[in-house]
């Protein structure tokens, strides 16, 4: 009880002395000065509202604050650049709120109309929207079976193939290997998408006799694509181990490879699993290699479950599928945007994780140095 | 790897038990790509070789792979080989050959012999009988006799008949047929991996440099797979799109070689042809360069002669007319791109005679009449003439005249040694600038006017010397050839407006964070919310711009949500690589600029951007190129059609007009609120279109977007490369 106290007057102490700096810097400034930075501010938030609600005032607005800041940049120009870097940094934590929060509210309705129904795995589990049966199970479903077989072709081969980069190749191999891997990560996935529509969904169904789209197929291609990005990261956290610590370990008459084994790899296993995470991250997300290759067939796969050669629904390719089959504020249409956000809460917070799990590495690195 | 040591410190040469092993090796090497080769259908399991079945023949291998795989072992263990093997081979390959008997024996038991659910049951102690004995013995009994046991085993199976290609097995819970066509090769896979890894780790007498040996050669053989399934790809979709891309192109041999001639004047300027003197991985690169450059000259050459012999060269349906024409646009193109290499590299020179002042300000007064005309022209969009007489290229004619006299002055006299120039004459830089600037205005007076203009046989310049279908035509018409036209502009578009509406947010937002904010709870939030920006799917941005953006702007799909929405894709991939860039300015150069008296604005200003902005524009390209080729986010907010006929005409629409409602001042653009085409939207239309006869577009397509945005990122990472040697220097 007590902590929380203190911690409640340390925070509230920050921003009595953050609100004073405020106040001191806006009293240090002369007045066109102030007048121009709150008039910047001001119309910026008046042009942003009026977006928000859609109103006609929203450009005269605009208009009215560039020409503020143009003043502002020919009379003023430090403050008006302190002023309008500010805004813009303002504006990238506003994108990410902005897309929870749309996101959120178009996804009401349906979770109002199917309620827990909507991911309840013991029930009907069926999607029908003439029936008004809600489940986005067999998508989740679907996304889960793609991103286990991707992360097995991703992981291993991943770590495997940053291993290779920053402990096995020499010199002139990691610097066509290193460039070739990030050649990889740009291929568009819509590329990968037409092979495997042209390609390999054809090759796999002539040969085990099934429909096209197996999701063991997808998973491998999604596998793949995640690639890159695993080796990345993991190669990242492995050239972060100090030099030093390998070398007190070689010195000990021990191989390359325990090295490795003991040393680096124990090291860098946070970095390591941070990109995991995001690899498992990137293949959940993965939407148009997937949407092209799957059948769009809404039901669990059968016989059982686990059935990999079977198709069904990824929560990406629903998305991708559906829309242009839908209008507005049907609860359809809302059902995507929920999908939407399953997404926006398992990829971004996966992101940011493996974000935080690597700065929590690269710091402990630092001060054990 | 540590740096500590590099080489051996004692090399004994090779004994016969080393060959003996390395033999293990490749032929498992060879058995792995022999299998890959018969998944991929270049070699047939089914076929005959001489009455004999393909089969039986990969049998023979894998059982001589198996047998070669156990005498490694054996020799060691109780041969006279001298090794170096541990007590164990170690936990984790107990465990790996635990749960490969107890799959193969379950799988025996239960599907072979019939026994169902128990067969598992027996399967158990076999598997952990297995992975004791790996356990328990000596490393090289361990580490081989289990991987022969199971070589031998997938031999005998397949030479007795048990699998033959023909032979399928139908599990019910996967309700698919797997047959023996690909049971085999991945069998054989599995056999070759575990006697390779067996015979890496002989070779070197097992123990920790055996196991050292055993583990890179599967890490290698790892990144190996992926870098050519990279290249396979590349290959794959160049080798279907190419003569697509290149059908029914005619061009003329004059722009050919214009453009061929700024291809190697770029890379004599840029690049390294001197292999010799590079060292490192440089050398590989300047190869690469004289290689294109000697390819460069050769082409040049061919079509010097097709000029020379007055007769068209065609091939693969390209055709190279035997004009010495040069097309206005790509003139214009070479013109600009050569102008501006050439004003990066030189300064203004200063003049010390009267009449060298004199020259100066009479070709200063000539280039800028000519910058006039030109600019005139393209605002009037029509000739400028005064009676009878064009102005823009007479005034060309004269200036460029004027200068390449003195320029062919000045040559002479460098490659001779007895004349010597009066010192008035213009030094060479600013003669090259005054002949390329009339060059560029007489290609654009051409491609405005639409006149061909000529002077004398040799160069002579006309529009419309280069005829690219597939490029140049629309996607649907009547007769036509399908082209990518309007789906290049759309993607075009996306990224221009992309691209200026996130690089200022996120170069300004990295400037606060560095120079500005102190670490703060605000700072913390932005970097969560960039890094959450950063990973969030491409989709889910598309659902955004649905539900956000797309009914404030006209309420349907259009270019300009498009290009919002990939502005914020780009966001966050700008502002990590620009914070990054301005981080590692050093702070010696702000302390400079301090110590100077200079504020701390100004020092951002002249001081840190400018140094950091190497950096902000390679991660603007890499940025470019991911956003080029994303589809997910227009499938919901650009959605055009699946084979326009006509490209965006976003340029001519502008509108501004004013009111007295609000906004007043009414800026409109129909053409950027409408449904459009991009590069992997037209790819994805094809695909929803069933491919069918589509196919070779498809293809074309294909190969075209992966140009596009391959190059992108091959010179983001060139110039990322480039930039931070140059930092470490």
Known sequence: ??????????????????????????????????????????????????????????????????????????????????????????????????????????????????????????????????????????????????????????????????????????????????????????????????????????????????????????????????????????????????????????????????????????????????????????????????????????????????????????????????????????????????????????????????????QRMHRKLREGQ | MSEAYQSKLVYDGGTSFERFAMAVVAGAFIAFIFAAGTLFGWVSVSGHLGNVPVANYIAGGILALGTGTGILGLLSRWGAVRTTPDRSAGLGVGVVQTVLWLVTAGLIASHTLGLGGIGWLIALPVGGFSGYLTIATREDVGATLPATAFVCLVGAVILGGL???????????????????????????????????????????????????????????????????????????????????????????????????????????????????????????SFVHLAVAILLALVGITLLYTIGVDQSLSGYAVTIEPTTDIGAVPGLLVGIVLLGIHRKSNGNPTHDSQIGRRVDESLRIGTGLLVGAAFLEVVMGAELTAGRVAILPTLAIVVGILAAGFLLANRTAALSETIDLPTWVPPLSRTVGVVLLAFIGVCLHVAITGYPFSLGPVGSITSGTLDWPFVMNPSQGLGIQMGVMPAMLGTIWIVLGAVTFAVPLAVGAAVYLTEYAEDSMFTRAVDVATNGLWSTPSIVFGLFGLAFLVPRFGGSPSIFAAQLVLGFMLLPLVLITSREAMKSVPDEYRDASAALGVSQWDTIRSVVIPAAMPGVITGVILGVGRIAGETAPLLLVLNGPNFPNAAPGVISSFAVDFRLQPPFVHVTNPALLERASALPYQLYAIITAGVGADAPFGWGTTLVLLGVVLTFFAIGIASRRHFRRKLHQ
């Open chain 2, 163 to 285: 699998i033959t290609p023909a032979w399928t097995w139908e599990p019910e819970a996967f309700d698919a047929s797997i047959p023996g066509t690909i049971v085999i090769p991945l069998l054989t896979m599995l056999s070759g991996l575990l006697a390779g890894w067996a015979g890496a780790s002989a070779y070197e007498g097992f123990g920790t440099r055996g196991r050292q040996n055993g583990a890179f050669l599967l890490i290698s053989l790892v990144v190996f797979l992926v870098l050519s399934v990279l290249v396979f790809l590349l290959v794959f979709v160049f080798e279907r799109g190419i003569f697509v891309i290149l059908e029914n192109i005619t061009i003329g041999a004059g722009t050919a070689l214009l453009l061929l001639g700024m291809g190697f004047f770029l890379l004599a300027r840029y690049g390294d042809l001197r292999p010799a003197t590079a060292d490192g991985s440089d050398t590989i690169v």
């Open chain 1, 1 to 358: 009880m007590v902590k929380i106290h203190s911690r409640i007057f340390d925070v509230v102490s920050l921003f009595r002395r953050r609100t004073a700096g405020i106040f001191r810097t806006a009293a240090e400034l002369d007045l066109p000065s102030l007048v121009l930075a709150t008039a910047q501010i001001l119309l910026i938030s008046g042009t942003f509202a009026g977006f928000l609600l859609q109103s006609t005032w929203t450009v005269t607005l605009l208009y009215a604050f560039l020409v503020v800041t143009g003043i502002g940049w020919i009379s003023r120009q430090a403050l008006t650049a302190k002023v309008v870097t500010f805004l813009m940094t303002a504006a990238t934590l506003l994108t990410l709120g902005l897309i929870a929060v749309f996101l959120i509210l178009e996804a009401i309705p349906v979770f109002r109309e199917a309620g827990l129904e909507l991911v309840w795995p013991f029930g009907s589990n069926a999607w029908s929207v003439s029936q008004g049966q809600f489940s986005l199970v067999p998508m989740i479903w679907g996304t889960a079976i793609t991103t286990a077989v991707a992360i097995l072709v991703a992981g291993p081969f991943g770590i495997a193939g940053a291993l290779f980069i920053s402990e096995i190749a020499p010199g002139w191999l990691r610097e066509i290997v290193k460039p070739a891997v990030e050649l990889l990560a740009g291929i568009p996935s819509i590329v990968y998408g037409f092979i495997g529509f042209t390609i390999i969904n054809p090759y796999i169904g002539d040969l085990l006799e099934i429909n096209p789209g197996a999701l063991f197929a997808i998973g491998l291609v999604i596998g793949f694509m995640a690639l890159p990005t695993v080796v990345s990261v993991a190669e990242d956290a492995l050239s972060a181990v100090p030099e030093s610590m390998k070398d007190g370990s070689v010195a000990m008459g021990v191989t390359d490879w325990q090295t490795m084994k003991s040393v680096s790899i124990p090291t860098a296993f946070s970095g390591i699993s941070a990109a995991v995470l995001l690899g498992v991250g990137r293949a959940i997300g993965e939407t148009m290699a997937a949407t092209v290759m799957i059948s769009h067939s809404r039901r669990l796969p059968a016989p059982e479950l686990y059935n990999v050669f079977d198709s069904t629904e990824t929560l990406t390719t629903f998305i991708a599928s559906s829309y242009g089959h839908v209008t507005p504020g049907q609860l359809f249409w809302s059902a995507l945007f929920a999908a939407g956000v399953f997404l926006l809460v398992i990829v971004t917070g996966l992101g940011i994780v493996s974000q935080l799990i690597e």
